[in-house]
Each structure stands twice: as structure tokens, then as C-alpha cells.
């Protein structure tokens, strides 16, 4: 049985106009497949926006959430206005949109009145976007004559209590899809999934990160064992950098799973960094394509034994970060000063993102987000208060407002000199680079810069990419040479 799992994002469901587009996509799959189901994300800003309306409740605030409310009815009305036809269907999603910003409200109110927002709450309350998009989505497909219908995630993806960023349970899932999503699909419907929400085994609701639509597509793709997954977003697919960033970025046709892990790892926003493995991993194929484009054929990500040769084909950067260094000649040859440091940076609730020290033990260094730069210090002064007294660490100190750029390529693996190609074309640029890594995988290579050189970064590493042709064109000569 041929199953296509379609996701369309934000953008892509973001305006009645929008949506149609999606319509037409999907209805002209039907009959090229046995079944095709639907995830869906929130309108475009709409879980930012359920999010603030909770943080500013929870700080105070007892209007900011109300003004949210009379925003978004206005957004979903008029969508709906457009998709669906004046009737019985239009007056029942409308009111269904009016129950769920009622209960928006509702919790807001609460959070209000608590002063504090959950990580649980806050699952409940941001995945209310979708809730509302895959029912005006069904409808639609409806008014076009197709059968459809809305299903909540919360009833197919089982996942654990980690909430904000949860894991699917792949036994109980591949159960429930089975269960609820078989009948429809024995009877040809489409069913319109709910993308970022799930809930625990006891039923309560939780998300799976943010951008988490794309992993809800993959873990679906998964439990069905789906012919194929569609990531349908509003750029031509995974590009050699941000378009936003470098205006000159290229589609990839054919990425590893490993680079586009390392690439959604490293702030490529454009894929969840969790979405490829299930789905690739199985040899399920997964594209991801441009609603707005819909006849090109976008990217695919493959298996690393498929995967092209290219040395660097992409560049992404990761802001907001503070980089934290651990300094002192006493430093050297003792043992369990990394792990102490790692310890207290765990217990401020900090993620690492890059991690570099110098050969001689002289320094540890580590990038973590911005926002926990004074805690993180903070707690390691505590920590490692016997050896600052002692003077065996000098200091330990912080360095704000910088970046991780990111260059990746599987063909970095056992090509020399690709390091120093990246530093030479920083160097023409006039870049200071303060600190690098290497992936554990050895197909990226991390390096630290000032956040006002980040966009010249970028577009300095991407040119050096373009200008030889590497990125997109597996027959190209290598990145750098001549
Ligand atoms: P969706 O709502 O469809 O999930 P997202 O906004 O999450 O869309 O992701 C798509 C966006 O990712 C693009 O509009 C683009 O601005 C951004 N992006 C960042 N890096 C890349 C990249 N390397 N390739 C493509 N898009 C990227
Ligand atoms: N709507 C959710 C978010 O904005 C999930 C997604 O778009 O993938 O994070
Ligand atoms: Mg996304």
C-alpha cells in the first residue's frame, strides 16, 4: 500500500491563499497514492503569539493575552471567510475557532492569576494553533470535494513527559496510528494531523520543540510506513545558506541525513534537527519541497551511502550566544576540572552547544545561549572556588554577543585543509575568528565570531561555496581549489 506523508508549515497554511495552494497540491496527489495524510502546522506567528500571550500573562500582564484573542479571531475568521462557503460548515469552524481562543483565554487567565506559566501549561496553550489550522484545513479539502478530517495528534503520537520538548514512545505510536488513522485511510479519507503536539500515555498534551511539525511528519512517516515524506515549506528547499542571510544561497538537491542533522543542528531553521532520522534511516524518502513552487523538485535527503560528494555545501550560524572560558595555568594535567565544569553548566539547566579547549589545558572553552551566560559563570565561580583562591584557574569569564558559524559537508571527512580554507576566506574578510570546533562526525566544522561579523561570515564562507560551484553540483571540483 502506497502511503505519502505530507507536511505543509506555517507559511505554507498561512493566509487563505495559502492554504489553497496547499488544497491543490494535496488534491492533486490524491489517486497517485493508496493513502495520503496531512500534517499541519499553526498559521504563520500564531504559536508565537499564544506564547506571548501566556509569558506576558504570567508576568503580569492581564491585556496583552486578551489583545491576542481579538487578533487572532480577526486571522482565522478571514481565512475562513475566503475557504469556506457561507453554511452550516462555515458557522460550525467558526464557533470551533471560538471555543478554542475561549479556551485560550481561559488559561491565560489562570497563568494570570498563578504568575507563572508551566512547562506543561505552556504545551497545552502553544499547540492550539494547530488545533484550530488542521480544521479549517480539512474543511477546506472538503469544499473541494475531497473527504477529510481533522485528527489531534494527541491521539496517534504517545510520547514521553519531557515537556516543551518531547519524545515519542515509537511502540505505542505505531499502535495508535494504526488503530485511529486506519479506518480513514481504508475508507480514502484524508486525515488532516495536527504537526508539534502529542501527548503522554495518560493523555496530557505536550509539544515536541519548536519547528516540531517536520519531526510529527517524520514520526508518522515512521509508524505508517509511509512510501514517502513531504516537507512542504516556503523556500525551494535546504539551501547552501539562510536565503535571508546570503541572497545568493542555492538550492541542494541531495543531502546526507548526517549533514542536514548537523546543518538543522547549527540554526538552519528549515528542518527540525530531529525529523531526519526515522524517516531516513528506514529508506523511507524525504524531500522537502516549496509550496510556492510546487513543480520543482526541491531536496532530498538520502542515506550517507547515497549521499554526493562536495567538500563544504552549506553555511548556517546560531545567535544569541555567550562564550564562556575557564582559564588558568594550575589548570594543566588536573585531572576533573572539564567535568566540573560541565556539571555546574548541567545544573543551570544550560545546553552546550560547542565545546573547544586549548591543547595545552590551559583553557576550556564552551558556547551556551546568551540568556545563561550570568548563571552559568556565576555557578562555576562557586564551583571552582578553592582553585580561584588558589590561583590554579585565573578567571572565568564570558564573552557576549557571539555567534557559531557552521560550514557542513560529509566530504569534509578525510579532505585536508578544508579548516584552513574556511579561516583564509574569514582572513580576506577581515574576520576574527575566536574559537572552532569539529563535529564528532567530522562533516561540520564550527567556528566562533563576533555577532556583528556574523552576516559577513556567512556570505564570506557562502561565496567561497558558490564561487566554486560545490554546493548543488555533486560533479563540481573541490570547495577551494582552483
Ligand atoms: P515552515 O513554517 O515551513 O516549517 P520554517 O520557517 O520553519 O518554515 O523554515 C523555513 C525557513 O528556514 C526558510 O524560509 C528560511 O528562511 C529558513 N532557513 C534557514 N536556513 C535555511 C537553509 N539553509 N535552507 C533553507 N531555508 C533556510
Ligand atoms: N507551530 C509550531 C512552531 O511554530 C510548530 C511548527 O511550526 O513546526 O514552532
Ligand atoms: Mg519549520
Known amino acids: 500500500m502506497s502511503i505519502l506523508v505530507m507536511k505543509f508549515g506555517g ?26 495524510v496531512v500534517v499541519v502546522s499553526a498559521m504563520r506567528g ?14 503580569g500582564n492581564g491585556q496583552m493575552y486578551r489583545a491576542i484573542v481579538a487578533e487572532l479571531r480577526v486571522d482565522h475568521y478571514r481565512t475562513v471567510d475566503v475557504l469556506v462557503a457561507a453554511g452550516q460548515e462555515r458557522a460550525g469552524l467558526l464557533a470551533q475557532i471560538d471555543a478554542y481562543l475561549d479556551e485560550f483565554a481561559t488559561f491565560c487567565r489562570s497563568v494570570h492569576v498563578l504568575g507563572e506559566v508551566t512547562p506543561r501549561a505552556m504545551d497545552t496553550i502553544s499547540s492550539l494553533g494547530e488545533r484550530v489550522n488542521a480544521r479549517i484545513l480539512a474543511a477546506h479539502l472538503r469544499q473541494l470535494g475531497l473527504q477529510s478530517v481533522a485528527v489531534d495528534a494527541t491521539a496517534l503520537i504517545v510520547t514521553d513527559r519531557q515537556f516543551q520538548k518531547a519524545a515519542p514512545l ?6 495508535r496510528v494504526a488503530q485511529v488513522l486506519g479506518p480513514s485511510l481504508q475508507d480514502g479519507v484524508i486525515p488532516v494531523v495536527t504537526g508539534f503536539m502529542g501527548a503522554t500515555e495518560d493523555g496530557i498534551t505536550t509539544t515536541l520543540g519548536r519547528g516540531g511539525s517536520d519531526y510529527s511528519a ?18 525551494d528547499g535546504v539551501m547552501s545558506a539562510d536565503p535571508r542571510l546570503a541572497p545568493e544561497a542555492r538550492v541542494i538537491p541531495v543531502l546526507s541525513s548526517s549533514e542536514v542533522g548537523e546543518l538543522a543542528y547549527f540554526g538552519a531553521k528549515v528542518l527540525h534537527p530531529q525529523t531526519i532520522r526515522p524517516v531516513v534511516e528506514r529508506g523511507i524518502p524525504l524531500w522537502v519541497k516549496n509550496t510556492f513552487n510546487p513543480t520543482f523538485p526541491g531536496t532530498r535527503i538520502v542515506r550517507e551511502s547515497e549521499s554526493t560528494p562536495g567538500t563544504v555545501k552549506a553555511v548556517t550560524t546560531i545567535t544569541g550566544l555567550s562564550m564562556v572560558t575557564v582559564e588558568g595555568r594550575g589548570m594543566i594535567g588536573v585531572p576533573g576540572i572539564a567535568a566540573r565544569t560541565f556539571q555546574a553548566v548541567a545544573s543551570c539547566g544550560a545546553s552546550v552547544l560547542m565545546i573547544s579547549q586549548a591543547s595545552s589545558e590551559q583553557s576550556i572553552c564552551f558556547v551556551i545561549p546568551g540568556e545563561v551566560a550570568l548563571p552559568v559563570t556565576r555557578a562555576l565561580e562557586e564551583e571552582l572556588a578553592l582553585e580561584l583562591a588558589r590561583r590554579d584557574i585565573d578567571r572565568v569569564w564570558s564573552l557576549d554577543d557571539v555567534v557559531i558559524v557552521t560550514a557542513v559537508g560529509t566530504g569534509m571527512r578525510g579532505t585536508p585543509g578544508v579548516a584552513a580554507r574556511l579561516f583564509g576566506a574569514l582572513g580576506d574578510a577581515c574576520i576574527n575568528v575566536i574559537a572552532i570546533a569539529q563535529g564528532s562526525s567530522e562533516c561540520s ?20 561555496v558558490i564561487a566554486n560551484g560545490a554546493a548543488g553540483d555533486a560533479t563540481m571540483p573541490e570547495v577551494g581549489l582552483p
Open 46 to 59: 500564531v504559536t508565537d503569539a499564544l506564547i506571548r500571550g501566556a509569558r506576558t500573562a504570567a508576568e
Open 445 to 464: 566544522i564550527s567556528l566562533v565570531v563576533a555577532a556583528s561579523d556574523a552576516v559577513a561570515a556567512v556570505r564570506s564562507v557562502h561565496d567561497m
Open 218 to 235: 517524520a514520526i508518522l512517516g515512521d509508524a505508517l510506513d509511509a512510501s514517502e515524506v513531504w516537507i512542504w515549506t516556503d523556500v
Open 11 to 36: 507559511t505554507s497554511v498561512g493566509n487563505a491563499a495559502a492554504h489553497r495552494q496547499a488544497g491543490a497540491i494535496i488534491a492533486g496527489q490524491v489517486g497517485a497514492w493508496d493513502s495520503v
Open 170 to 175: 515509537m511502540e505505542r505510536t505505531r499502535d
